[in-house]
């Protein structure tokens, strides 16, 4: 049912909901912060294989649960509530996704199964330096040599690339331009000619690398130079998927928030009771619920196909990354000095916010493509 | 007798309206006929003007109507507040007035905000005081639809000056036909002048227009304000009015042009997001990427509002009650208007300091920009509505009360209604 979630759902989303709150609590997600990799393995195939949330959007045939985005935004939601650490999104959304819209059935058949059962890990290398999630700007190279495909080029903020075991590529046919002559490839971590370097990140919860291509071999995946029109939709779905974890992070700072309200006193009262908290509060609560709708309607239309999607990616993820931003700066104010100190848990959600609303475009680069593309549709209706 | 069915409702009026429905009929006397067999207000109680029915049953009975293009009782404006209001607190004699509320006979306003009581109703000082078989009411009222030709009003006034404020209030019907009632339109900033003040000198109201029991106002008027929310919500089918042809329909439409015309402004001051994009594209403004930053904001808050209605409309369907998302319509509107007037402004450049015809769209755009305030006051202002969502959903404690326990006479007031 449309704008609805069914009993199943409903249900589907408690099990998940249970399992992120008592395998995930914020001590945990505090030591990953800080832990080398950024994520505990033994947590990571528990995910995988008790929950199987690693292939929801996966057919069964290729090793998934053959449910579609509506249920996979219900997991990042609830993930996103915990600020789950692992390379679920890179690996389980972003990867899958370029698999499922991007790679032959048979190229399918043979890496699906490892992702969904979480035995090897992959990222997607797509921006570049700069940071720019548009295919068309993709500046990386891949040219055929004797039958063989060598990619040079350097990827950037490729997320989680520092643990990954397989890495996808996008690269371009030299001379092309824009969205032609994008091809996608696949390569392993130990592929002579890569190199990967972890970068710093801001969110610790959200680890980022660089990734050096020199004449680097690499299996092309699906048809060469027409990975544009796939990667698009990746990135749509991804794009509806973050903000689903954007929503669910927004609303547990929205709960933090009001629960200290409701027992923090100066001046003799609660501060929940006067108006400059409650105001916030309330303007907090509808950025969230707003972005929830947009989150959940571009998910439903994302599992039916719909061409709507594209303008429905753009404007859930515009308003979930400001509504978490928004949330997160409130929420620290709320909390006020104690907000600031790394033992306050708003700190996890505030740098997970910084980064969310920054990764695959900011809200203001998908309002401008938004109305870019309105623009577009109504130039050619007219024409 | 058996209970009515679907089936049953629908013949019965099928057979009725066969029998009686006339479009060569003047309107009121259409209305009399409709009125007094009860079809027209189904859901009433059949001792009242109405038979009974569930507002399932009642929506039969009403699409039968519409489907032969049978017009309905008098549902424009505040009469519809006076009638619900009526209905569920009035007296036998005062529900006497209910007949000329729907054949139309009559207009009615709502005299309940003042200069110094907006969004403090309650803290009204109009007075009303008892003198022998009537009460005599001094005071003066605010933002008065409709009282430039109304025959009657709801009026809230102050009875007890030594009780809190909630509990000295008390709910009357006032004859607006009489000495002492000054009606003066009230012009907006945007040069329409949909309201009116109203100054009550010496005003005299019979005892038996006394809606409730004396001193149980504030309880009548939650009524009142209860269904004017719902007026909001039907203002927007209003558009859907019967067409066809028959000297009813002529006097319908009168009617109607006559009850919107304080509202013809209402779409402007929603911010006229629909226009948006055209005017970018034709104007060739769509180009400027800060201009497309403002209409994205705009067109993006207009999109999740109508998934969040829909979301609602939804959770309501499958049974379940909606969660926080029934509850930020209002606010979310004024959000809405804002962003589309800075659109528009965007949109229009050094054009937006110009209004009439020598503005965009003939004064449109310029109507837009200086209607959006009423938004975030009318009906509740933004700040209220932020309390209501923050007490109500998110459980946050109300301002303890300075004003709610101690007598009237002894609150802080503005200094220009001392009494």
């Known amino acids: ?383 | 007798m058996s209970h009515p069915s679907e089936d049953s409702v629908r013949q019965e009026i099928r057979a009725w309206l066969t029998e009686n429905w006339d479009p060569q009929l003047p309107l009121i006397q259409w209305r009399k006929r409709l009125i007094a067999s009860g079809w027209g207000c189904p859901a009433w109680p059949a001792d009242c003007y109405g038979r009974g029915l569930s507002p399932g049953l009642a929506a039969v009975a009403e699409e039968e109507m519409r489907r032969i293009g049978a017009v309905g009782v008098a549902q424009f404006g505040v009469r519809l507040l006076a009638a619900a209001t009526l209905l569920e607190h009035g007296t036998d004699a005062q529900k006497n007035l209910l007949p000329r509320i729907l054949t139309g006979e009559d207009t009615w306003c709502q005299l309940f905000s003042e200069p110094s009581s907006g969004s403090d109703l309650a803290g009204l000082s109009t007075r009303a005081v008892a003198d022998g078989e009537s009460w005599i009411v001094n005071g003066q009222k605010v933002w008065t639809t409709s009282a430039q030709h109304a025959d009657y009003a709801m009026l809230l006034a102050r009875t007890d000056w030594d009780l809190p404020k909630h509990q000295g209030l008390s709910y009357f019907v006032l004859n607006m036909r009489q000495p002492g009632v000054v009606v003066r339109p009230l012009r907006q900033m945007n040069g329409h002048a949909s309201f009116n003040e109203v100054f009550l000198t010496d005003v005299r109201v019979s005892s038996d227009m006394l809606v409730g029991k004396h001193g149980e106002g504030w309880k009548v008027a939650l009524t009142t304000l209860a269904h004017e929310r719902r007026l909001a919500e039907t203002m927007r089918n209003w558009g859907r009015m019967e067409h066809g042809q028959g000297r009813i329909y002529d006097d319908l439409q009168a009617e109607h042009a006559i009850a919107m015309e304080p509202y013809k402004w209402y779409p402007q001051r929603a911010g006229r997001v629909d226009l948006l994009m055209n005017r970018a594209v034709d104007s060739g403004r769509v180009r400027d990427p800060l201009v497309r930053q403002e209409i994205a904001k705009a067109l993006m808050l207009e999109r999740a509002s109508e998934w969040t209605a829909q979301r609602a409309r939804a959770a309501r369907a499958l049974g379940q009650s909606p969660g926080p998302e029934g509850s930020l319509g209002k606010l979310a509107a004024s959000h809405i208007a804002r962003a589309a007037a800075l659109a528009h402004s965007a949109i229009g450049g050094a054009d937006s300091m110009l209004s009439g015809h020598d503005a965009p769209e003939n004064g449109l755009i310029a109507e837009i920009l200086i209607s959006v305030p009423a938004c975030s006051i009318a009906g509740g202002t933004d700040e209220i509505q932020r309390n209501i969502i923050a007490e109500r959903v998110l459980g946050l404690p109300r301002e303890p009360g300075g004003d709610a326990k101690i007598p009237y006479r002894e609150i802080r007031r503005n200094t220009f209604d001392k009494q």
């Open chain 1, 1 to 383: 049912m449309q704008f609805a979630f069914t009993d199943e759902q409903h249900q589907y989303r408690e099990a998940v909901s249970r399992f992120c709150r008592e395998r995930s609590p914020p001590s945990l997600v505090r030591s990953q912060m800080s832990s080398e990799t950024g994520f505990d393995r033994e947590l990571w195939e528990q995910l995988c294989t008790n929950l199987g949330l690693s292939g929801i959007q996966v057919p069964e045939a290729m090793g998934g649960q053959g449910f579609g985005a509506v249920e996979l935004g219900i997991a990042m939601e609830e993930m996103g509530r915990v600020n789950f650490c692992g390379p679920y999104f890179a690996s389980s959304v972003l990867s899958t996704g370029a698999l499922l819209n991007g790679a032959t059935e048979a190229q399918q058949r043979e890496y699906l199964p490892q992702l969904c059962s979480g035995t090897r890990i992959a990222a997607l290398a797509l921006a570049e330096p700069g940071g720019n999630w548009d295919p068309a700007v993709i500046r990386a190279t891949a040219v055929q040599n004797n039958g063989h495909w060598q990619i040079d080029g350097c990827k950037s903020y490729v997320l989680d690339g520092h643990i990954a075991d397989l890495f996808i590529v996008a690269a371009r046919r030299p001379g092309s331009e824009g969205l032609d002559g994008i091809s996608l490839f696949l390569l392993p971590a130990d592929t002579p000619g890569l190199s990967v370097t972890a970068l710093e990140s801001l969110d610790g919860t959200r680890r980022l690398a660089r990734v050096q291509l020199r004449g680097t071999q690499a299996n092309l995946l699906g048809v060469s130079d027409e990975a544009a029109s796939g990667l698009a939709r990746t990135l749509d779905e991804a794009s509806v998927a973050l903000a689903a974890e954007m929503v669910g992070g927004a609303q547990a700072l929205l709960d933090s928030a009001v629960a200290y309200a409701k027992t923090r006193v100066q001046f003799g009262r609660v501060i929940g009771s006067f108006q400059a908290i409650k105001h916030k509060c309330a303007d907090m609560l509808l950025d969230i619920e707003f972005a929830r709708s947009a989150a959940y309607r571009a998910a439903e239309l994302a599992a039916c196909d719909s061409d709507e999607l594209r303008d429905a990616a753009s404007v859930a993820k515009a308003l979930a990354s400001d509504a978490f931003m928004h949330a997160a700066t409130e929420t620290l104010q709320i909390h006020g000095g104690i907000g600031f100190t790394w033992d306050n848990d708003t700190q996890i959600y505030y740098k997970r916010a910084r980064s969310s609303s920054v990764l695959l475009g900011t809200a203001t680069e998908h309002r401008d493509r938004y109305v870019l593309q309105l623009a577009a549709r109504r130039a050619g209706e007219a024409g």
